[in-house]
């Protein structure tokens, strides 16, 4: 019974990206052959952006940009990741120190990515340390609050528990703390990623002689709304990939594990 109900839902997915990409194509039959809403030229069609896939994949162009968009942002959020558990541990320890950085820390949240672009050209100019620098301070933030707030998470029982049990420091982290605070850390890098992968777009439209951004801006460059529109599917599927494959797989594991998930 689940499997068949697995096969439903898979066709009825399936349907309704058929149904969408049917729709697109008639909007822009009527919009541009009916009623000369917009020029053919001006948006895109579900025909034009897989011709533009085929050609660029046959170049090996689209591989190629891939390849250093991934390289690119697996760098930089590694580089998150490690500075930003540091300071995460060390403003969960110290708390007057974290309660005196937490409201700059949330300010640079919520700052948008393409803001920090001048600076890394001023810093670095043209080349890949401006991309790193931009995405680690696109990212390095929701790994701070991640591990602050996955702390702060754990019910003080735990640790009541563990002490009277006459659990050690190391024990503690080791067997209590760690294992109770790695499902949310695993959200808060989920997040970190995605911001990560935003950072590095406006990044490479920016800065970048190749990569997935650097071939958004290259069709906005020969008006070839169509590779736009492509490129954009690209990053769109991508960045679903690795939510689903990495970060979805990791956190199920873990909830599975804590008799969470079936």
């Known amino acids: 019974m689940k499997k068949k109900n697995t096969i439903r839902n898979k066709i009825f997915v399936l349907l309704f990206y058929v149904v969408l990409i049917g729709l697109w194509q008639i909007i822009y039959y009527l919009g541009a052959n009916t009623f000369g809403w917009w020029k053919p030229y001006a948006f895109p069609n579900p025909q034009g952006v897989a011709m533009s896939f085929v050609g660029l994949m046959e170049e090996g162009k689209l591989v190629i940009a891939i390849l250093y968009s991934f390289k690119r942002c697996l760098i930089g959020f590694a580089i998150s990741v490690v500075l930003g558990v540091i300071l995460g541990l060390f403003i969960s320890f110290f708390p007057k120190a974290g309660n005196a950085v937490k409201p700059l820390i949330s300010g640079i949240q919520s700052l948008p990515s393409v803001c920090w672009v001048p600076f890394a050209i001023l810093w670095f100019g043209l080349k890949e ?4 620098f931009v995405i680690v ?3 390095i933030c929701s790994v701070i609050v991640a591990i602050d707030s996955s702390f702060k998470s ?6 009541k528990v563990a002490r009277t049990l006459g659990a050690d420091n190391v024990s ?3 067997y209590v703390l ?3 605070i790695l499902p949310m850390v695993v959200s808060g890098l989920r997040q970190a990623w995605s911001f ?4 590095l777009m406006s990044a490479e439209v920016m800065s970048a002689t190749i990569g997935l951004g650097f071939s958004l801006q290259s069709g906005r460059d020969m008006a070839d709304i169509n590779q736009v529109g492509m490129v954009m599917i690209v990053i769109i599927l991508l960045g679903i990939a690795v939510d689903r494959f990495v970060f979805s797989t990791i956190e199920n594991k873990l909830l599975r594990k804590r008799g969470m998930l079936v």
Do not use: E, F, H
């Not at 340390?129 to 790193?132: D, E, P």
């Open 129 to 132: 340390s401006s991309i790193l």
């Open 137 to 139: 301070m696109g990212s």
């Open 154 to 159: 754990v019910p003080p029982m735990y640790v």
């Open 172 to 174: 503690l982290y080791r």
């Open 178 to 180: 760690l294992p109770a």
């Open 196 to 199: 990560a992968w935003r950072a």
